[in-house]
């Protein structure tokens, strides 16, 4: 038989071993995770009859903001495992189940999270909607030093990112712990860093992978492409290819424009289906 309860903190170490079991190579993000945010009452787990773990998730909170300017609250549904001897047994499900009826207890409006295509299809059986749509714009970039980036400090980026959130429409926004953790990731295989230009300052989170430079969010302008892309290519020394993220149909422009790509990046299910959206902007920190 399989109960859902809370986590426990005595847990860490069986919670620890199953992410690393199922997500593999992540030892290094685990042992961050469970250092900086791990909450056990942000944690739901399925055990069996001895107590042993068979699934878990986590859970921020978190917020959103729809057409009309209303703020409601939100969960984001994080680091999902289940062992693979339990998988298809239905304890993902039952996790899921109990965080929506959780959810909707606590008057929380939407449910939501990124996945691996792979999980697809389990997200939409439990009711999720792929309506977080992002594009992708791919440049060669052409060295610039028109603008000077520098690392960009917390309160900075805060204040910056929420200046640039207020101006989309159905957004999700991360509460202030939630995001200083985010930050903090970035920073360990990247950078958050801060210009300005035309009079106005602006911030950029960077991703940083086997050679791929990656801006995963910023409010820079869409028509300046070329200068964006070249001028955080010249700050991390030359880079043949750079990628920049952006809202549904919002790609960035210029001479260096390679590809422009439109892909889903997240689920969502709304508790209340009246504030419910074809596509919402989601946290591209969290990806």
């Known amino acids: 038989m399989i109960t859902i309860i809370n986590a426990q903190k005595d847990m860490e170490e069986q919670l620890k071993n199953l992410w690393n079991t199922c997500f593999e190579h992540d030892e290094e993000f685990c042992e961050f995770f469970f250092e900086k945010r791990f909450d056990p009452q942000k944690a739901l787990v399925a055990v069996d009859n001895s107590g042993r773990?068979?699934?878990?998730?986590?859970?921020?909170?978190?917020?959103?903001?729809?057409?009309?300017?209303?703020?409601?609250?939100?969960?984001?549904?994080?680091?999902?495992?289940?062992?693979?001897?339990?998988?298809?047994?239905?304890?993902?499900?039952?996790?899921?189940?109990?965080?929506?009826?959780?959810?909707?207890?606590?008057?929380?409006?939407?449910?939501?999270?990124?996945?691996?295509?792979?999980?697809?299809?389990?997200?939409?059986?439990?009711?999720?909607?792929?309506?977080?749509?992002?594009?992708?714009?791919?440049?060669?970039?052409?060295?610039?030093?028109?603008?000077?980036?520098?690392?960009?400090?917390?309160?900075?980026?805060?204040?910056?990112?929420?200046?640039?959130?207020?101006?989309?429409?159905?957004?999700?926004?991360?509460?202030?712990?939630?995001?200083?953790?985010?930050?903090?990731?970035?920073?360990?295989?990247?950078?958050?860093?801060?210009?300005?230009?035309?009079?106005?300052?602006?911030?950029?989170?960077?991703?940083?992978?086997?050679?791929?430079?990656?801006?995963?969010e910023t409010g820079f302008p869409r028509e300046s492409g070329d200068i964006l892309a070249g001028s955080i290519a010249a700050y991390f020394g030359q880079y043949d290819i750079v990628s920049i993220f952006g809202p549904e149909d919002e790609f960035f422009s210029g001479s260096g424009v390679i590809k422009k790509t439109d892909f889903y990046i997240g689920h969502t299910l709304f508790i209340d289906d009246d504030i419910a959206s074809k596509s919402v902007y989601m946290n591209l920190l969290a990806d």
């Open 53 to 216: 773990i068979c699934s878990a998730l986590h859970f921020f909170d978190s917020f959103y903001k729809d057409n009309f300017g209303n703020v409601k609250p939100a969960l984001y549904i994080y680091g999902v495992a289940t062992y693979p001897e339990f998988r298809k047994k239905g304890c993902a499900s039952m996790l899921i189940d109990e965080l929506k009826a959780r959810a909707a207890k606590q008057n929380i409006s939407a449910l939501y999270l990124t996945a691996e295509e792979s999980a697809w299809n389990f997200y939409e059986r439990a009711g999720f909607k792929r309506n977080a749509q992002l594009s992708r714009t791919d440049f060669t970039p052409h060295k610039c030093s028109e603008i000077q980036w520098q690392p960009c400090e917390f309160e900075k980026f805060t204040k910056l990112r929420r200046e640039y959130l207020d101006t989309l429409n159905n957004a999700f926004f991360w509460n202030g712990s939630e995001l200083e953790f985010m930050y903090c990731d970035i920073n360990r295989d990247g950078q958050v860093l801060c210009a300005a230009y035309n009079g106005r300052e602006y911030y950029a989170a960077i991703r940083l992978r086997d050679d791929e430079l990656t801006i995963i």
